[in-house]
């Protein structure tokens, strides 16, 4: 379980960066926090022409407050975006989220772009920031974009990124104190990717929920029924859903109806907790 | 009274090398210039070899061979076959390298030798393979049907064989009987999947005569054996050493895989070191596998619940080759009974071949199989009749004072027969009953039937015939001056702690302080004789061995410094290396000095006559003159050599209880308390057994819950990785709370039996147990494990117990 | 610049285990292979190459990484510390290797440095006035694969590691 050959490049700039990508196209792999490609790559799943190593590239690496919004840097860790105090405060359904990612040592070096980029549909940013209407920046040498993550993540591994672009950076909005929110999930053991997961937010009474591991992108359902399961366990019958060695589809319909309930009730109660406390 | 060393609980003498990253695993030995190898396998599970292309892989820089079956020459045959039976009557073994039909996926079609594995992956890439598929045979009960497809073209149907035991008279049992069971129970397939995977270095002398392996195995003297006769070398000329080993649990048990006769066949014909080192995805095809049995089981029973007779007929799968014969079956086959009286048995068992890796024994080997069988047939039994689960045990067991207790017709793998020799198994319930507190646990279940979380409490008896095999030796030795102990022994460690275990034996018997003991193990170069490290005989055979040969050295010592002191032996006593006059300590003489005194050469760089006269003759001299310091009778040296072969199995035994908590909505589950009464005889080191019990509940927790192998219909792997096959984390195992019981085993003179399966082995019977009793009031019957979430939430959906209350 | 075999290469200056040391190094070799046959260090045990098991757990400039998820090239300038650098020989064993030892918190002892050096990083930690729960060291450790112990001693490990790094603090809410 070695790596075939590549060429390697470690630039030192965003801008160095999506030069060579553009020189490279498609043969050339952003290497970020490695977590899940080198794995591809050492099982050779994954054989790039070119890597090209972004830890070098610490412009990409931030979390600031730009308005009412919080923007993450692409190469910033999870456990860096998991403790950070600014982000915690204003949106801190991505720190839970962040809590299911892997384990602490994985999140120790896989980044926030990577993950995002990667777009796996069993992950838990996808579906957290497609909860959240997160706006995902993504650059190539001609230009930037800002795409809406319920547009940018399309199928399994499959995002709207064209191959000469990057993720620079998401921007997750600041949540009123009166928003209830949470993430849960069915993993077989503890870190691994979700059978099923659901991160919700709930604001006046509305829920808006995004399905992680059940369908080839996060399922999004908004509902005001008291009753989430029902509109969530439709929504997800229009898409079909996955149906593999960690579960049927069958199983996953179940644990959509559980976790949507479950979820909405664990923000309803912190909406309301909140609610009480001003 | 100086503190025992024997039966402390105390932690081990040997970490801190292994705390300090200096240990010394296959892949860290230093062998200069070492090649590496990269095995080509077959991507298909049944298949004839239509072409192999290795010229473009030959052509890759930094590539030194390419090997197919045909460049073996006389080396192209048959692996051996380890243990023949008369009703073995199709066994197949595999050749080195396939050349002609492929029977699973895995099956090695070329070898690649380069320069580091980098490059011979690269190499790899470049092995043109064309097979023709055949049809591929997967499911054991459809190997079985008339015109089934064929794993092995040369053989009618699929069976390799079928043994069959008996014992009294079950089928008069089964007519007098007032109610009889019939179920199926199936334990499925899985891995040891120890966090070191195989691995060896070949090296061979300049001449080609002489070959040093090191490798990653439980068994180097069988090993040792299997390569003379391979290579038609003496077995003088071959020294094994397993190094630091990261865990076995039977998987490097086995020997004469087919890498172990390449790896060094490569070495010699390259006249290079030559290394192989597995990797894990590798491994899930090129290492063995267990656990896949059918029990069809009719029982016997009296209206109170007393079993008369079980009728048990199953299937082993056995993979696609029998190496290592029938002896799965044979080992499940000799637990059959467990801990209860049952006069009246019949067991037959066939092995069947599928398209799937071999399977040879991991950690508990055919008998959580067993276990599942008798104490989940005892549980339909409960039910059936509507007697509480410790009741009908108690109904059935064999009594405190009946041991021993025969089984005549039935035999261990070893050819003896069944004699339970030892154990207390009402003793045994009793105290797990005390530690579980039934009556809170009853409450809190009835509690927790108010949401969606409902509390299960499961428990299995098990037996477990341990200490199998003929004999391991062991050697003692005082060093002069320094007193060192130094025990050497044949069988090897990956983890058991036998450093530790034999030095408190050794330090126990001779009387030498603890730290002055050295133990090596797992080198034929060290000592000559051993079988190896599998079935919970370190113990039983190991220890045995080292107290016998420690009890001789300790008479010598005693006889040596009797003379020293001019006192009898019977007056003399050994405590912290030191033996003295009792009653007078100030008169004493230390091992390392009676060491000296018993050595012939006494010069060395400290030749103070005075002091060395001083250490007076070791025994009385011939003759008033100078004559030797050693009478010509007397075998220079503080040493002896111990062996120790038991007579039968010794029969380990515990009870183990959970208490688990079943989400009925996500199938998910939680143990909430796991309880152990664990028997395996006189314990040396508490904290070591508590080790071996607590890891193999863990691993059972695996086989019940997560661990999976699952193929498919085409004999593919689907979750070859350890992303997909789940060995638990801390997070998905209990705290174990254990008690021990100590009945003595009267077949060894320490009265030890062995501890290294026992945790694993009732864990799945267990589990299903609570699983059953969290839905007892729905009437659920677990009868086949592992259970993964989905299949416990089926299970809750179709008892009801969560459509009244799912919506929660 | 490439090698006989074709592959890239590339010149590596790094720190590991507080040595200094410069190397050729293939551009696809991993950390954890460098670690080991290049430097010899082979305290850092290799077990999926796929980032599960932990065995393989090193720190690269004070973080606990899979260091088979990472290429050699990755960590120029890097500071590594690696099992035989958390206490020098001859000196007592780190508390971490120390309750280690005292709790038989390993057997084959294979994923022990990568357990150790997961539980390094989090002990650390200033950020905590408690000490961990049970729960809290499960879920710490839950990034390593140890298929001996059933991870109940090295629960034990933790606990009596933590109580030593950081006397005075207060017992866990779970066991207080």
């Known amino acids: ?219 999004v359902v908004e509902t005001s029924d008291p009753d989430p399961a029902h509109d969530a366990v439709a929504a997800a019958d229009e898409v079909g859903l996955a149906d593999d060695l960690a579960g049927s589809s069958r199983y996953r319909r179940r644990l959509i109806a559980v976790l949507a309930r479950r979820a909405t009730e664990r923000a309803r109660a912190r909406a309301r907790g909140a609610g009480e406390g001003s | 009274m100086k503190e025992r060393v024997f039966g402390k609980r105390m932690p081990r003498t040997s970490d801190e090398r292994l705390l300090r990253g200096r240990g010394m695993y296959v892949d860290d030995v230093p062998v200069r210039g070492a090649l590496e190898v990269v095995f080509v396998r077959s991507p298909h599970a049944h298949a004839r070899i239509t072409e192999i292309d290795l010229e473009e892989a030959r052509a890759t820089p930094g590539v030194h061979a390419v090997y197919g079956a045909g460049d073996l020459g006389a080396f192209d045959r048959p692996l051996p076959l380890l243990f023949p039976h008369p009703d073995l009557v199709e066994p197949r073994t595999q050749n080195p390298i396939a050349s002609d039909e492929v029977h699973y996926a895995g099956q090695i079609v070329a070898m690649i030798v380069a320069e580091d594995r980098y490059v011979a992956e690269d190499a790899r890439e470049r092995v043109r393979l064309e097979l023709d598929p055949l049809p591929v045979v997967v499911d054991v009960d459809a190997a079985l049907e008339d015109g089934a497809d064929q794993v092995h073209s040369d053989m009618e149907g699929n069976v390799s064989g079928h043994i069959v035991q008996q014992v009294g008279d079950p089928d008069a049992a089964f007519r007098d009987a007032h109610l009889v069971l019939r179920h199926r129970y199936i334990l499925e397939r899985s891995a040891a999947m120890p966090m070191e995977t195989r691995g060896m270095v070949a090296e061979w002398d300049p001449r080609g005569e002489e070959l040093m392996l090191w490798n990653a195995t439980q068994v180097v003297h069988p090993l040792r054996s299997g390569l003379a006769q391979f290579f038609d070398i003496p077995e003088s000329r071959i020294r094994i050493t397993a190094p630091d080993t990261g865990g076995g649990f039977g998987v490097k048990g086995f020997f004469m895989y087919p890498e172990e006769v390449l790896v060094p066949w490569a070495a010699r014909e390259l006249r290079r070191p030559v290394k192989w080192i597995e990797d894990r995805v590798e491994h899930f095809t090129a290492s063995h596998h267990e656990r896949t049995q059918i029990h069809d089981v009719e029982i016997a029973v009296t209206e109170d619940g007393v079993v008369t007779a079980l009728r048990d007929e199953f299937l082993v799968d056995t993979g696609a080759f029998v190496p290592y014969g029938l002896e799965l079956g044979r080992i499940t086959a000799g637990q059959i009974g467990g801990a209860y009286r049952i006069p009246n048995i019949h067991v037959g068992f066939r092995g069947v071949y599928t398209n799937t890796v071999v399977c040879t024994p991991y950690r508990g080997a055919g008998r959580p199989h067993m276990c599942f069988v008798t104490e989940r047939a005892l549980d339909d039994v409960a039910r059936a009749l509507g007697i509480d689960q410790f009741e009908v045990r108690r ?295 508590d080790g071996q019990v607590i890891g193999g509940i863990a691993q059972g927790v695996g086989g019940s819950f997560y661990e999976r192998l699952a193929y498919d219909a085409q004999g593919q792997i689907q979750n070859a990785s350890l992303m997909d096959f789940l060995i638990p984390y801390a997070t998905e195992v209990p705290e174990v709370e254990l008690h021990h019981l100590e009945t003595p085993s009267p077949l060894n003179p320490l009265g030890v039996k062995g501890a290294g399966e026992g945790g694993a082995i009732p864990v799945p019977a267990v589990a299903a147990a609570a699983i059953d009793d969290a839905l007892s009031a729905f009437g659920v019957a677990v009868r086949r494990m592992p259970l993964d979430p989905e299949e416990l939430m089926d299970l809750a959906a179709a008892s009801g117990a969560h459509s009244d209350k799912g919506d929660r | 610049m490439t090698d006989l075999t074709g592959d890239e290469v590339t010149e590596l200056t790094l720190t590991v285990n507080g040595e200094r040391f410069t190397r050729e190094v293939p551009v696809r070799r991993l950390l954890s292979d460098f670690l080991r046959h290049d430097l010899g260090l082979t305290g850092t045990h290799v077990g999926c190459e796929h980032g599960v098991c932990g065995c393989c757990t090193v720190r690269v400039d004070g973080t606990a990484v899979r260091s088979c ?108």
């Open chain 2, 395 to 689: 109904r059935n067991f064999v009594g405190d004072d009946e041991f021993p207790y025969r089984r005549d017709g039935l035999v261990t793998a070893d050819g003896f027969t069944v004699i339970m020799d030892s154990g207390a198994y009402f003793t045994q319930m009793s105290m797990l009953e005390e530690a579980l507190d039934m009556p809170a646990l009853r409450e809190a279940q009835a509690a927790s039937r108010e949401t969606t979380k409902l509390l299960g409490v499961g428990l299995a008896c098990y037996v477990e015939s341990t200490g199998g095999g003929p004999y391991e030796g062991a050697h003692v030795i005082v060093e002069p001056d320094t007193g060192t102990v130094r025990v050497t022994t044949g069988f090897t460690d990956q983890g058991q702690s036998h450093s530790t275990t034999l030095a408190q034996v050794a330090a126990e018997r001779l009387g030498a302080d603890l730290a002055s003991v050295q133990v090596e193990l797992g080198d034929t170069a060290k000592f000559r004789w051993g079988i190896g490290t599998y079935a919970s005989r370190g113990a039983v055979h190991g220890a045995s061995a080292v107290d016998r040969a420690a009890g001789t050295v300790r008479d010598k010592a005693l006889r040596l410094a009797a003379n020293m002191l001019e006192v009898s032996p019977a007056d003399l006593e050994v405590e912290d290396g030191r033996i003295s006059v009792k009653g007078s300590p100030g008169t004493s003489v230390t091992l390392g000095q009676v060491a000296k005194a018993a050595k012939p050469d006494r010069y060395g760089f400290d030749n103070d006559l005075a002091a060395l006269a001083a250490l007076g003759p070791a025994v009385p001299r011939e003759s008033s003159d100078e004559g030797p310091l050693l009478h010509s009778d007397e075998e220079p040296g503080l040493e002896a050599t111990g062996f120790f072969s038991p007579q039968n199995s010794t029969w380990a035994s515990g009870v183990h209880a959970a208490v688990i908590e079943l989400d009925t909505e996500t199938g998910a589950v939680r143990f909430v308390r796991y309880v152990v009464v664990h028997d395996c005889g006189i314990v040396i080191n508490p904290l070591v057994v």
């Open chain 1, 1 to 219: 379980m070695k790596p075939g050959r590549f060429k390697y490049h470690p630039p030192s700039s965003k801008a160095e960066a999506l030069e060579l990508k553009a020189r490279y196209d498609v043969d050339g792999s952003f290497l970020a926090g490695g977590q899940s490609l080198m794995p591809m790559m050492n099982m050779r799943l994954a054989q790039p022409e070119a890597l090209i190593d972004l830890n070098r590239v610490p412009e990409l690496s931030y979390v600031e407050e730009r308005g009412d919004r919080v923007v993450i840097g692409a190469l910033t860790r999870h456990a860096e975006a998991e403790r950070d105090a600014l982000l915690g405060a204003a949106c801190p359904l991505m720190g839970e989220a962040l809590r299911h990612v892997g384990h602490q040592v994985i999140r120790n070096r896989g980044t926030i772009g990577g993950s995002v980029a990667h777009a796996d549909s069993a992950a838990e940013l996808p579906a957290a920031l497609a909860a959240l209407e997160a706006q995902i920046t993504v650059e190539s040498s001609s230009g930037e974009r800002v795409i809406e993550a319920t547009d940018f993540f399309e199928f399994h591994f499959m995002t709207s990124l064209e191959p000469t672009e990057m993720v620079t950076a998401i921007s997750v909005p600041r949540l009123a104190p009166t928003t209830g929110f949470a993430f849960l999930e069915v993993s077989r053991r503890h870190g691994d990717f979700a059978v099923a997961g659901v991160a919700a937010l709930v604001r006046d009474g509305r829920a808006r929920l995004a399905f992680a591991g059940v369908t080839p992108k996060p399922l």
């Open chain 3, 69 to 176: 998820l990472m290429l050699a090239v990755q960590a120029e300038a890097a500071d590594v510390v690696t099992i035989e650098g958390l206490s020098k020989e001859g000196e007592p064993l780190h508390p971490v290797q120390q309750a280690f030892q005292d709790a038989h918190g390993l057997q084959c002892g294979f994923c022990t440095p990568g357990f150790v050096l997961a539980v390094c990083g989090v002990l650390e930690d200033d950020s905590r006035t408690e000490l961990l729960g049970d729960d809290e060291i499960r879920e710490a450790i839950s990034g390593n694969l140890c298929r001996c112990t059933g991870y109940q001693h090295i629960v034990e490990a933790v606990r009596i590691a933590d109580a030593k790094m950081r006397p005075g603090a207060a017992a866990p809410e779970s066991r207080a």
